[in-house]
């Protein structure tokens, strides 16, 4: 895996039909920044750290295979050169406890599958308010 410094973006999901959504998503809310989708937390966590700069966000699956959003995202909290990326964690589990615990650890948003349109640009809107003016409301 290559280091890319352009990357904005980063989809950590393992259902290529889900990160397909997420991305249409992005676009949708004229979002113009690249987007690089990688399928595992190990691959996510090694991706990140060979950055030379973060991503502006991090959406992420909480059930992956091998580590998991909430494993991903306690690593991520724990380095300081990572701790300050919003990372948006993204479930389709109805279980109350992943919301509280990825509260207690950090987490930028947490959104439930099928997010919505309008729950997510809502919440890009948060993260890149500089680009709510491009047709994006919140």
């Known amino acids: 895996?290559?280091?890319?410094?352009?990357?904005?973006?980063?989809?950590?999901?393992?259902?290529?039909?889900?990160?397909?959504?997420?991305?249409?998503?992005?676009?949708s809310a004229?979002?113009?920044?690249?987007?690089?989708?990688?399928?595992?937390?190990?691959?996510?966590?090694?991706?990140?750290?060979?950055?030379?700069?973060?991503?502006?966000a991090c959406f992420v699956d909480i059930r992956l295979p091998g580590m998991s959003g909430i494993e991903l995202l306690t690593v991520v909290r724990a380095e300081p050169t990572l701790k300050n990326i919003p990372v948006i964690i993204m479930t389709g589990s109805c279980n109350p406890n992943d919301a509280t615990v990825c509260h207690q650890l950090g987490v930028t948003a947490f959104l439930e599958k099928p997010i919505g349109l309008s729950t997510f640009i809502k919440t890009v809107a948060h993260l890149f308010p500089e680009k709510s003016g491009r047709g994006m409301e919140p």
């Open 1 to 27: 895996m290559t280091s890319s410094p352009s990357t904005q973006i980063l989809i950590v999901e393992d259902d290529e039909n889900d990160s397909y959504l997420l991305t249409r998503q992005i676009a």
């Open 30 to 56: 004229q979002i113009e920044e690249l987007v690089t989708v990688i399928t595992t937390g190990e691959e996510a966590l090694q991706f990140l750290r060979e950055q030379t700069s973060p991503p502006l």
